[in-house]
C-alpha cells in the first residue's frame, strides 16, 4: 500500500517551523503529538494531516473506490431512462469520442469539419497571462517532496499550522532551491512552446457558444474546430480554459449533456489521485483553509461553555474541516468538551447510499480516540431538503452548531421545482434553532436560465480559477492538471452541457443569500475582527499577492485579482 501515499507536488516551501520561536517543539518530533501533552489550543500538531489522510489511503484503498463528492453528484445528475431500464450504457456518439481517446467505448475519429474565416478573430490579443513577475508567480513550488517535506505540508493542509499570530509563517525564499528550479522549468518551457498565430480564444468561446444556442452545427463546429487548434489540457491558464470549455460546447451541440456528464464521471478516477490534487489545491490556493480556520475559531468560542458541542455539518464529504477542530479541543483547560458530528451528504449511487458518510464517521471517531476526545457521529445520506428534524437526534444539554461550506449551490434552485429546496433547508435550520449557522458561500453569478448569459458568467469565474493555478503551480505538475481535469472540468461539463434537474452546479451570489437567509427568519452576527485580521495577515504572508481577504459588512469576502470566489458569514434565529 505504500504506493498509495499522498505524494502531491505543490509550491508551499515552508521554511524551518521553529524560526519565530526556539522553545516550541520540532515539527518532527514525534513525541510531542501526544493529546495529553497539555499544549495550548494554538499549538501544532505534528504529522496529524499525513497520517489522517494516509490512513484513509492505507486503510480503506481508494484506489478502487472513485471520488465521494462527483459519485453523490452524478447520482443527483442522473436521469432514469430506456438505456437504464434495459441495463444499457448511454451511446456516445463519435464527434464526442474523438474528443474524449480515453473513454472505453466504441469510437471513430469525428469527422473533419469546413475550416472557418477567422479574420475578425486573428490577431487580436490573447488573454494569455504573461505580464506576471516569476520572482512574485511561485509563492509555493511544485516540485516532489521527500517523507519529512510531505509531513510537514500535510500538517499545514489539515492542522492549524500558521494560523495564529504567534505561529511560523509559511515562507518562500526567492533564492531557494526549489524555486530557481521551477523558474528554469518554466523559462525552459516558454522557449520550447510552438509558436502560433495569435487568437482571441474568448471571443471564439463566445461565438460558438452563441452558434449552439441556436443548434447553427456548422458554424460552432468551424468555431470549435480553430478552438481545439489553439487549446491544450497541458498549455497556459487560458489555453486550459478553452480546452474544457470546449468539451462541454461539444458535448451540448451534441445533445448529450446529462448523458455524457454522467459518462464522464463512469471513468473511475480513483479517490485517491482526486485526494492528492486536493491536496496541491489547498496547498496553492488559501480559500478552504482560511474559511475552516475562520469557522473553527468561532465554534471554539461557543465550546468553551459546553459540555456536549453538536455540530450539524450540511456537505461533510471526506470530514477535512473537523481534524483541526478536534486538535482544538483536546486542548482545552479542563478536558475536551464531547463531539457530536451529524454528518449530513448527498446518496451514494448503489445499494448503501450512506456507506461513504459512514466512512468518514469512523475516519474522524478514530481521531477523536487518538485525541482524547469523547465523540459521537450520526449520519444521513439523502436528499437535504427531505430531512425531518427528529433525524437529527438534537438533545437539550448540547451546544448546536450548523456548518455548510459551500455546498447549498448544489441544491435544486427555484427554477427546477416548485417548492425551493433551498429555503425548505433554511426553514430546517432555523427550526434547529443553532447557537450559531456558518454558512459558507460559493460565489458565482453564472446560474442564468439563459445559457448564453451563463456561458459568458462561467467563463469569467473559471478563468480566475485556472488563472490561480497557472500563477501559483507549475503547468507540468500532475496533481494539477488532474484538479483542472476532474473538478474545473467535470463542474463545466455540468454548468454548460446539462439542463434542468441534470444541473447541479447552481451558484448564486452571497447578496441573494442574504436575502434569502434573512426572508426565512436569521438575523446576522457580527464578523469576529481580530480573527478576519488573522486571515488577512495569513494570506498576504503566505500566498500569491493577487488572493484578496475583505470584507462587506457581515460577510468575510475571498477572491483572485478583484473576482469574489467565496464567502462566508453567521447567522441566528431570530426568537419569536
Known amino acids: 500500500m505504500g504506493s498509495n501515499l499522498i505524494t502531491a507536488q505543490c509550491q508551499c516551501q515552508c ?16 513525541s510531542s503529538s501526544s493529546p495529553s501533552s497539555g499544549m495550548s489550543s494554538d499549538s501544532h500538531f505534528p504529522n496529524e494531516m499525513l497520517k489522517y489522510i494516509n490512513q484513509m489511503l492505507m486503510e480503506e484503498d481508494l484506489e478502487e473506490k472513485t471520488c465521494m463528492l462527483q459519485d453523490c453528484l452524478a447520482l443527483q445528475a442522473a436521469e432514469r431512462s430506456f438505456y437504464e431500464v434495459l441495463c444499457h450504457n448511454y451511446p456516445i456518439p463519435a464527434v464526442l469520442n474523438h474528443y474524449y481517446p480515453d473513454d472505453d467505448c466504441n469510437s471513430s475519429k469525428g469527422s473533419k469539419s469546413p475550416s472557418v474565416d477567422v479574420d475578425k478573430v486573428r490577431g487580436r490579443k490573447s488573454y494569455q497571462r504573461e505580464d506576471v513577475e516569476e520572482g512574485r508567480i511561485n509563492k509555493q513550488s511544485a516540485l516532489s517532496l521527500d517523507d519529512s ?34 523558474k528554469r522549468s518554466n523559462g525552459r518551457r516558454k522557449k520550447n512552446e510552438k509558436k502560433s498565430e495569435a487568437v482571441d480564444l474568448w471571443s471564439l468561446l463566445t461565438q460558438c457558444a452563441q ?8 458554424t460552432a463546429n468551424e468555431m470549435l474546430k480553430l478552438i481545439r487548434q489553439h487549446s491544450s489540457e497541458s498549455g497556459d491558464g487560458t489555453q486550459r480554459l478553452a480546452h474544457y470549455f470546449a468539451n462541454a460546447l461539444t458535448t451540448r451541440l451534441a445533445g448529450m449533456g446529462a448523458p455524457l456528464y454522467a459518462h464522464l464521471l463512469s471513468n473511475r478516477t480513483s479517490a485517491a489521485d482526486v485526494l492528492k490534487a486536493y491536496g496541491v489545491y489547498v496547498l496553492a490556493c488559501p480559500f478552504k483553509k482560511m474559511s475552516n480556520f475562520y469557522a473553527n475559531k468561532r465554534i471554539m468560542e461557543l465550546a468553551e461553555k459546553a459540555t456536549t458541542l453538536h455540530i450539524i455539518d450540511f456537505g461533510i464529504c471526506y470530514g477535512f474541516q473537523w481534524p483541526c477542530l478536534i486538535q482544538l479541543l483536546s486542548a482545552q483547560a479542563g478536558g475536551p468538551s464531547k463531539l457530536r458530528i451529524t454528518g449530513i451528504e448527498f446518496p451514494q449511487p448503489g445499494f448503501r ?7 468518514t464517521g469512523c475516519r474522524l471517531e478514530r481521531y477523536c480516540e487518538r ?16 430531512i425531518q428534524l427528529e433525524e437529527l437526534k438534537i438533545t437539550k444539554d448540547e451546544v448546536v452548531v450548523v456548518n455548510c461550506m459551500y455546498r447549498l449551490k ?3 434552485d427555484d427554477t427546477v421545482a416548485p417548492t425551493s429546496a433551498r429555503e425548505t433547508v433554511l426553514k430546517l435550520i432555523r427550526s434547529i434553532n443553532p447557537e450559531l449557522f456558518i454558512h459558507g458561500v460559493a460565489n458565482g453569478t453564472y446560474n442564468a436560465p439563459f445559457f448564453v448569459s451563463r456561458f459568458r458568467e462561467a467563463l469569467f469565474h473559471f478563468s480566475a480559477q485556472f488563472d490561480i493555478f ?15 481535469k476532474e473538478i474545473h472540468g467535470r463542474d463545466i461539463m455540468n454548468l454548460i452541457a446539462c439542463e434542468g434537474t441534470e444541473r447541479v452546479e447552481r451558484p448564486e451570489t452571497y447578496k441573494q443569500w442574504q436575502v434569502r437567509t434573512l426572508r426565512t427568519g436569521f438575523k446576522r452576527v457580527p464578523l469576529n475582527q481580530e480573527l478576519v485580521k488573522k486571515v488577512m495577515d495569513m494570506v498576504q504572508s503566505s500566498y500569491h499577492r493577487d488572493f484578496v481577504v475583505d470584507v462587506d459588512g457581515h460577510w468575510m469576502l475571498q477572491g483572485w485579482k478583484g473576482r469574489i470566489i467565496y464567502a462566508l458569514s453567521c447567522w441566528k434565529p431570530v426568537k419569536n
Open 15 to 30: 521554511a524551518n517551523h521553529n524560526h519565530d520561536n526556539g522553545s516550541k517543539e520540532s515539527p518532527t518530533d514525534s
Open 149 to 182: 517535506e510531505q509531513t510537514e505540508m500535510f500538517d499545514d493542509v489539515l492542522l492549524c499550522k500558521g494560523e495564529n499570530e504567534d505561529s511560523p509563517k509559511c515562507s518562500l525564499n526567492g533564492n531557494s532551491a526549489q524555486h530557481r528550479q521551477i
Open 211 to 218: 452558434s449552439v444556442a441556436v443548434n447553427d452545427q456548422r
Open 353 to 359: 447510499p450512506a456507506e461513504r458518510v459512514e466512512e
Open 371 to 386: 485525541f482524547n476526545v469523547p465523540f459521537e457521529c450520526n449520519v444521513i445520506a439523502k436528499k437535504w431538503e427531505t
Open 410 to 412: 448544489n441544491l435544486p
Open 470 to 484: 497557472e500563477a501559483t503551480v507549475a503547468r507540468d505538475n500532475p496533481q494539477r492538471m488532474m484538479f483542472e
